[in-house]
């Protein structure tokens, strides 16, 4: 069982979509056994994405010992299995989410942490044997990435790499290059600005399933095929689709 942790330096660069797509892409399109966690114990903005908030259950109560792991787990249309944040806000110590974690069975746990450098993000961390790094491509959100990837080698985790999202080719962004160069680890995938994710956010479902031949959900798709070693084989582009990836490529570069 692969356990890996989604984390950012910062709200807003898109963590939770791509822990949302990841594991809907593991489990759709590569047939994988994955339950998605969401461990942002006072947002729960994982179930809001996927309209999924008719849950008596919820990891908090499996943390608190109300019920046992299994019994706040639920199993989504899309085959996906998800264990959801409570939509109360209350305090909880997160502190024994990994022993929880352990007694699950999968090949993919996804774990949506909370943003930043908190208690929370933390343990999420140490939760997991891999971590995933989300950011966008601007100095704010480089920054405060860093910030994560220094903890998690502190924390001694294997981090599989960038996921760059949100990237439009602009010239004020940072490049992969320079991202790379400020952070010392790889961008693995760049996943690019689209409004079919607002659209598939209003419509409660991962964009993969919402418009599963469009530009974000290739490039989703493209990053479970990296970790999970398998094959995605994209359809072929029009002409038009194929310059403008070049020219926005080049611009990356």
Do not use: W
């Not at 942790?5 to 489990?27: D, E």
Request: aromatic content about 6%; some cysteine.
């Amino acid at each position: 069982m692969r356990t890996i942790a989604i984390v950012s330096g910062k709200g807003g660069v898109g963590k939770t979509t791509i822990a949302v797509n990841l594991c809907a892409s593991l489990s759709k399109v590569f047939n994988k056994n994955s339950i998605l966690i969401d461990a942002n114990l006072n947002k729960a903005d994982a179930s809001l994405q996927l309209g999924f908030t008719d849950y008596s259950l919820a990891l908090n109560d499996a943390i608190k010992g109300s019920c046992n792991i299994f019994e706040s787990m639920y199993t989504l249309p899309t085959g996906m299995k998800f264990i959801p944040s409570s939509l109360r806000d209350e305090k909880i110590n997160i502190k024994n989410l990994k022993g929880k974690i352990r007694k699950l069975n999968a090949d993919y746990v996804i774990i949506d942490s909370a943003s930043g450098m908190g208690k929370e993000a933390m343990f999420a961390m140490n939760a997991a044997d891999e971590i995933l790094i989300v950011t966008t491509p601007d100095i704010p959100a480089v920054k405060d990435a860093l910030r994560v990837i220094t903890l998690a080698k502190n924390l001694r985790k294997n981090i599989i790499g960038i996921a760059l999202n949100k990237v439009t080719g602009e010239k004020y962004e940072l490049s992969v290059k320079e991202i790379e160069m400020m952070c010392d680890v790889q961008v693995i995938q760049i996943i690019p600005e689209d409004v079919k994710i607002n659209e598939s956010i209003a419509k409660e479902m991962p964009v993969i399933l919402y418009n599963p031949n469009c530009d974000i959900s290739f490039e989703m798709k493209k990053l479970a095929a990296k970790i999970s070693g398998e094959t995605f084989v994209q359809p072929k582009l029009s002409f038009f689709q194929r310059v403008f990836k070049i020219d926005l490529f080049l611009t990356l570069l």
